[in-house]
């Protein structure tokens, strides 16, 4: 069965860092692009950060410019994303998704086509 399980999320302070992990079952996980979105409440989803796992492109949204880094691990089948210097908008859900590696490019990740999605994990940033 094909499935991602998220991990990592939780309450940080402001400035402070977290580390979310996605890890993929079930599908060739170089054949895909894995990523996050994240939705605040009353806010449309964003995508945050992507990498192919096929070429290594990766894409990051400006808000998280220089503050997140996203990596791959094949032999684990596991995306991470590093999360520094937290901010209060920062706080939301935040869903890792898997779409075809092509998906991620330096124009953005967008939610339509993507082809596995994870139940998603909270991130609060208190100020």
């Known amino acids: 069965e094909e499935q991602l399980v998220e991990s990592g999320g939780g309450l940080v302070q402001a400035g402070g860092s977290l580390r979310l992990s996605c890890a993929a079952f079930?599908?060739?996980?170089?054949?895909?692009?894995i990523g996050w979105f994240r939705q605040a409440p009353g806010n449309e989803r964003e995508g945050v950060s992507c990498?192919?796992?096929?070429?290594?492109?990766?894409y990051y949204v400006d808000s998280v410019k220089g503050r997140f880094t996203i990596s791959s691990d094949n032999a684990k089948n596991t995306v991470y994303l590093q999360m520094n210097s937290l901010k209060s908008e920062d706080t939301a859900d935040y869903y890792c998704?898997?779409?075809?590696?092509?998906?991620?490019?330096?124009?953005?990740?967008?939610?339509?086509?993507?082809?596995?999605w994870g139940e998603g994990t909270l991130v609060t940033v208190s100020s």
């Open positions: 079930g599908f060739i996980f170089d054949d895909y692009a």
């Open positions: 998704a898997a779409g075809p590696h092509y998906y991620c490019s330096d124009y953005g990740w967008e939610e339509y086509g993507m082809d596995y």
């Open positions: 990498i192919s796992n096929n070429d290594g492109n990766t």
